[in-house]
């Protein structure tokens, strides 16, 4: 199956779980979190997940539940019901825990290290590796990173306003991005300090160029 990495927009989306287990879990915490509106069936919800807005209902509603879901999410420990319950789902999202290429939607290990959330996806081989790699990626990106990514943001919502040029705008983010005096600033979590030199950077690069207003600004 060609599967491709998506970011979906989840809010008010209607999300069924089948199964209330620990992977059942995970996956209603993980939708909860996206804004969704989550109902699950097939065990206890704990009290955890309710207070974030889970719903229980009877496995035996099952059906007309499925009708009401946008993404159907089948986490039980029944083969017979899980099998029954995704040929029941066809032409909806569907997750499938225990089958994965039986679905149309894989839920991928995902974390976030500040704003930046990284997914891993090994193609089902080995989930092991996936938590094996997460903490190396962990490991790697630093708060330096995160401050730049920051700074990043800072800089090009100022050069909007500022230098409307697209090539002369991307050309200054790798300057502040290679600064090495940011860099030192940022290594000392210094942020407002490298704030007020990208300000005085931009100042002194708008000064040397005459700004084109008739270009487009992205």
């Known amino acids: 199956?060609?599967?491709?990495?998506?970011?979906?927009?989840?809010?008010?989306?209607?999300?069924?779980?089948?199964?209330?287990?620990?992977?059942?879990?995970?996956?209603?915490?993980?939708?909860?979190?996206?804004?969704?509106?989550v109902i699950i069936t097939g065990g206890r919800v704990s009290d955890d997940l309710k207070s974030k807005g889970a719903l229980e209902k009877p496995l035996h509603q099952w059906e007309e539940l499925v009708d009401w879901a946008d993404l159907v999410v089948v986490a039980s420990g029944d083969k017979a019901l899980n099998q029954e319950i995704?040929?029941?789902?066809?032409?909806?999202?569907?997750?499938?825990?225990?089958?994965?290429?039986?679905?149309?939607?894989?839920?991928?290990?995902?974390?976030?290290?500040?704003?930046?959330?990284?997914?891993?996806?090994?193609?089902?081989?080995?989930?092991?590796?996936?938590?094996?790699?997460?903490?190396?990626?962990?490991?790697?990106?630093?708060?330096?990173?995160?401050?730049?990514?920051?700074?990043?943001?800072?800089?090009?919502e100022k050069l909007k306003g500022q230098l409307h040029n697209q090539k002369d705008r991307r050309q200054l983010l790798y300057q502040i991005l290679d600064d090495e005096y940011i860099k030192k600033l940022l290594a000392e979590g210094n942020l407002l300090a490298a704030q007020e030199r990208v300000a005085h950077i931009i100042e002194l690069d708008s000064e040397s160029k005459p700004t084109r207003s008739n270009e487009e600004i992205s």
């Not at 809010?11 to 209330?20: E, N, P, Q, S």
């Not at 059942?24 to 993980?30: C, F, M, N, P, Q």
């Not at 290990?109 to 938590?131: E, N």
């Open 1 to 37: 199956m060609g599967w491709t990495p998506l970011f979906l927009d989840m809010t008010d989306w209607h999300v069924l779980v089948i199964g209330a287990g620990e992977v059942g879990e995970r996956r209603a915490r993980r939708f909860l979190d996206a804004d969704a509106q």
């Open 86 to 156: 995704g040929e029941m789902s066809a032409g909806k999202l569907l997750n499938r825990a225990d089958k994965p290429e039986y679905g149309n939607m894989i839920v991928p290990s995902s974390f976030f290290i500040g704003d930046v959330q990284i997914c891993i996806f090994t193609q089902g081989k080995s989930p092991l590796m996936a938590r094996q790699l997460r903490k190396k990626i962990q490991k790697v990106i630093n708060q330096e990173d995160v401050l730049q990514l920051e700074l990043q943001h800072f800089t090009r």
